[in-house]
């Protein structure tokens, strides 16, 4: 399982990647897009890992805190997909020319 391993650490650079955008964009909107992103990025992140836990140990406590941390991480996914849809919709709204 060398694909789990690699998804982690892919979404974790994202996230590092969308959080130094954060703080180098002045405009509002393009903060709040780009941590819609990050959202997605941590949400993925733990996702992975959880699964990744589970078949790294085997064992039944591994199993529930996998459990919670998949639903955790389908939890933050959901609504940074949400909030990149809606802050995605705002800025052709604000920029029609582009």
Request: glycine residues 6%.
């Amino acid at each position: 399982m060398i694909i789990l391993p690699i998804l982690i650490v892919l979404s974790l650079v994202l996230y590092v990647y969308y959080k130094v955008a954060i703080i180098k964009s002045k405009d509002g909107l393009t903060q709040h897009y780009f941590n819609a992103r990050s959202k997605i990025c941590l949400g993925s992140f733990v996702f992975c890992f959880g699964i990744n836990q589970y078949f790294f140990y085997l064992t039944r406590i591994s199993l529930f805190i996998g459990i919670i941390f998949v639903l955790l991480g389908l939890y933050q996914m959901y609504d940074g997909f949400k909030q990149d849809k809606h802050y995605r919709n705002e800025w052709k709204r604000l920029n029609p020319n582009e």
